[in-house]
């Protein structure tokens, strides 16, 4: 019996990772795209933490991005599941254009 649940849970702990890993992958995809349809050069990506938001479990990616090739920017990514609920980036300065 011993055994059994030592299986059981070491498939748990499998399920687990790879679910883990899966949305990891994804999340970095769909930023990819995202950043592709803004114009963003997309830097680096990385999982940030999980919460309990409205009685279900996200999970918080932040991601770093430039706009210009010269600034750094960092914007988070909402996952549910494989389910994208919320992306939110600062607001993006232009640097000042020299004075004629």
Do not use: I, T
Not at 23 to 34: G, I, K, M, P
Not at 44 to 73: I, M, P, T
Not at 82 to 88: C, D, K, N, P, T
Request: hydrophobic letters at 45%; a positive charge; charged letters at 20%.
């Amino acid at each position: 019996m011993a055994e059994l649940l030592g299986l059981l849970a070491l498939a748990l702990l499998g399920a687990g990772v790879w679910q883990l890993r899966r949305q990891s992958e994804f999340a970095n995809r769909w930023l990819v795209q995202y950043c592709k349809r803004q114009q963003f050069q997309l830097l680096s990506v990385y999982r940030y933490r999980f919460c309990l938001r409205k009685g279900r479990w996200l999970a918080h990616f932040r991601f770093e991005f430039s706009h210009d090739g010269l600034q750094r920017n960092e914007g988070d990514l909402w996952l549910s599941g494989l389910r994208v609920v919320e992306v939110s980036v600062p607001v993006l300065r232009e640097p000042p254009s020299p004075m004629l």
